[in-house]
Every structure is written in structure tokens, then in C-alpha cells.
């Protein structure tokens, strides 16, 4: 059904010593990471540590409990620092006593977050050689969004390798001045954890049956704190007003400047359903069977197309352009009325064939995992079972 399955590893023995240590500490992380530390496991002669930085550290459990990784080890939760600064001081000491004790020969770090930029500039300094899982994704402006654009691009100062999930993440990385030699061009991880999710449900959107009435949403990302929430669920309540045969379902990230305002608009709404943020699992399964989504994740971007569900992204922009491309993804920014007009716009098309799990898809195959252990093990592996 899928182009490349990912396989569970068999439990992998410890070591005194890593050879590779990967980072994580938000969900996003911990999904894109699981099919690189799965194949990591399966390779002769590999040691891999794996870290929950504690940026939201019971997300990070529970996400890599379900794919079924233990954390050796679980830094302290951090600590609510008005400053950026400070928080990036916490985790920097934090995990450079984690290093100073694993000594790993390569530190694996994905995406955009403080924890990524951490992990990433702490094991640059202290010498260790770093890869980049999501390297290179890029929007039109430096700083914007902040501070996910800053990280990104702070990143690859800091990595040896850099592993692109989309061809026009590489052309950012080379415009940069980065060597192409350290350019891998894998796609994205994320596609390998949604085809293997679908397969444990049964799933399959290419012979999908109808859509539920179901508007799934999510909201976490700093630009939509406060205000921009507030008009994200005035504009639930409008769409429930023009369609009252759809029913919605909002998992709310426990950060207080998201669910503050959308417990307080939106707890009369007898439509919408807020809960606790989901499984992986059974998220995908809501969106998979949902008529529209509406979220500001960077992930569902690329999930979207390939559950054949339509998305609307709230926000002014995006460094995955090559999913509005793809028909199914429309960026939105936050005004009152513009996500209303644009949600009863989309619900009134018809469902579009979701993309298939090849070549031709924008952010890879599903096999970006094993293409990323395949040049770990040219780059280290092979040196440590020889």
C-alpha cells in the first residue's frame, strides 16, 4: 500500500557510550524523529541515546510511548521564563550536561524549535559533529514567523549534515552558502510516521469513503497567541452559524495564550468539542476522515494532501509552499471574516483524490528514514563495525 513501511526495530542494547544522540522536546519532534531512531536501531553496531529536553515533556512521552521509544534520558519540564533568553540558557546548561556524559559522535535534531537551536549550537561548540532533520525550509522573510524562521536558519550555521525535505530546501540551503556536499535531499520523516499510522488504522485515502462533517482544528504557534486566537473562534462560530450539520473538534494545546481565549469563546459553542491534545494516532484518524482542517501546524501541511483532506492555514506565511501547490492547502491570514469566507468556500468543493505515497509527492515517499540512516552509516557507522 505504501512505498516504504517503516518497521519497529527490535529492543537495542545499551551502551556506555553513543554513537548518536537525538533530541527532542515537542510533539512535532518526536514524530519526525521516530522513523530515523527506529532505523537507527536496526543497523549493526549502532548506539543510539535518545533525550526529552523537557521544553513539553509530557507530550513528548506520550507521543514516543506510542511509538514505542523509551527516553533514556527526561530533563526537568522548563521551567515558564518571560524571556527567550532565558529559557534558551535553561535547556543550553541543561543539555550540555547531558553531552558532557554521553559524548555521542553526532547530535540528531529536527525542525525549528529552542529545543533543535539548543541542541544544535550547544553540540556545535562542544565540538560534536550535527545533523539537521528538516534543514532548509525557508519563508520570505528573515525573522517571520519568530522565532521558527531565526532557529531555522541559526541551525544551519551549526550542522555538519543537512537533511532536506523538499527540493527547494535544498536551493535555500546552497543559496545560503552551505556545501552541497553536506546537502542530503531525503523528504520529509513526517510522511514515513502518517504511512505508518495509516496502515495501523487500516486507512487508506486513495479509496476513501465520504468525509464526517467534521472541522478539525488546531492552533499553538506564537503568532496566534491572544488576539488572533480570539478571531480564529469568532470565525468557529461563524462557520457553525452558515452550516449547522457540521460538528468540530478542537484538541487545545495547553499553552495558556492559546487555550485561555479559546476556552473563553468557545465553551458555549455547542458545536465544537474542545479536548485534550490526541494521540497521533487518533488524530490522524479525525483528520483523515474530516472535511476540512484548519491549523497552523507545520506538519499537517504535509499530511493534508496525502489524506485528501483540505486545510486552511492560518497565518501570513509559510516555508511549505510546495503544499498550497498542491491544491489542497490554502494560507490565510488572520482577519475577521477571511477564514470564515475561505472555510465555506473549500467545504462547498468537491473532495480532491489525496496524493499517493511516490515519487511524486513533494515531500518525499516515505522512506526519508532510511534514507537519512543510510548516510549516518556512510558517514559513521560503517568507520565504528569495521
Given amino acids: 500500500m505504501y512505498a516504504a513501511r517503516t518497521v519497529r526495530p527490535q529492543a537495542r ?4 557510550r553513543a554513537l548518536i544522540m537525538v533530541i527532542a522536546g515537542t510533539r512535532p519532534e518526536c514524530i ?7 532505523r537507527l536501531g536496526m543497523q549493526r553496531g549502532s548506539r543510539v541515546v535518545v533525550v526529552n529536553s523537557g521544553q513539553h515533556p509530557r507530550m513528548v512521552e506520550q507521543i514516543f510511548e506510542e511509538f ?26 541543561e543539555l550540555s550536561a547531558v553531552l558532557a556524559r554521553v559524548r555521542p559522535e553526532l547530535v540528531l535534531v529536527q525542525g525549528d524549535t529552542l529545543t533543535a537551536y539548543a541542541g544544535a549550537r550547544v553540540a556545535h561548540r562542544a565540538g560534536y559533529q550535527v545533523g539537521h532533520v528538516e534543514a532548509g525550509l525557508r519563508t520570505d522573510s528573515p525573522r517571520d514567523p519568530f522565532p521558527e524562521e531565526w532557529f531555522r536558519r541559526q541551525i544551519a550555521r551549526f550542522a555538519d549534515l543537512h537533511f532536506a525535505p523538499c527540493r527547494s530546501a535544498v536551493d535555500h540551503l546552497v543559496a545560503e552558502n552551505i556545501d552541497p556536499a553536506a546537502i542530503h535531499h531525503v523528504g520529509n520523516t513526517g510522511i514515513d510516521s502518517l504511512a505508518w499510522v495509516l496502515e495501523e488504522l487500516g486507512l487508506d485515502p486513495l479509496s476513501a ?3 464526517e462533517r467534521l472541522v478539525l482544528v488546531t492552533l499553538h504557534r506564537r503568532e496566534n497567541y491572544d488576539r488572533n486566537a480570539e478571531i480564529v473562534c ?9 452550516r449547522k450539520d457540521l460538528r468540530m473538534l478542537f484538541p487545545v494545546h495547553p499553552n495558556p495564550r492559546v487555550a485561555e481565549p479559546v476556552r ?3 465553551h458555549s459553542l455547542s458545536a465544537c468539542a474542545l479536548v485534550e491534545p490526541m494521540s497521533y494516532h487518533e488524530f490522524i484518524g479525525h483528520a483523515a476522515r474530516a472535511a476540512l482542517i484548519i491549523s497552523d501546524a507545520g506538519g499537517i501541511q504535509e499530511e493534508a494532501p496525502h489524506l485528501g483532506t483540505p486545510l486552511i492555514v492560518p497565518r501570513d ?6 503544499g498550497i501547490a498542491t491544491g489542497f492547502v490554502r494560507l490565510m491570514s488572520v482577519a475577521p471574516g477571511a477564514i470564515t469566507r475561505a472555510a465555506l468556500d473549500m467545504l462547498a468543493l468537491p473532495r480532491r483524490r489525496a496524493l499517493p505515497f511516490d515519487r511524486s509527492a513533494p515531500f518525499g515517499a516515505g522512506d526519508a528514514g ?17
Avoid: M, Q
Fill in 32 to 38: 519526525k524523529l521516530a522513523p530515523v531512531i527506529w
Fill in 370 to 386: 532510511a534514507l537519512i540512516v543510510d548516510v549516518l552509516r556512510s558517514r559513521l557507522l560503517e568507520r565504528v563495525t569495521t
Fill in 234 to 242: 469568532d470565525s468557529l462560530c461563524e462557520i457553525a452559524a452558515s
Fill in 68 to 93: 514505542g521509544i523509551r527516553c533514556d534520558f527526561a530533563l526537568a519540564a522548563l521551567p515558564s521564563f518571560p524571556r527567550l533568553a532565558e529559557s534558551y540558557d535553561h535547556l543550553a546548561e
Fill in 13 to 16: 542494547a545499551d551502551s556506555a
Fill in 209 to 211: 469513503p465520504p468525509p
Fill in 317 to 322: 506565511n509559510t516555508e511549505r509552499p510546495e
Fill in 264 to 266: 473563553r469563546r468557545l
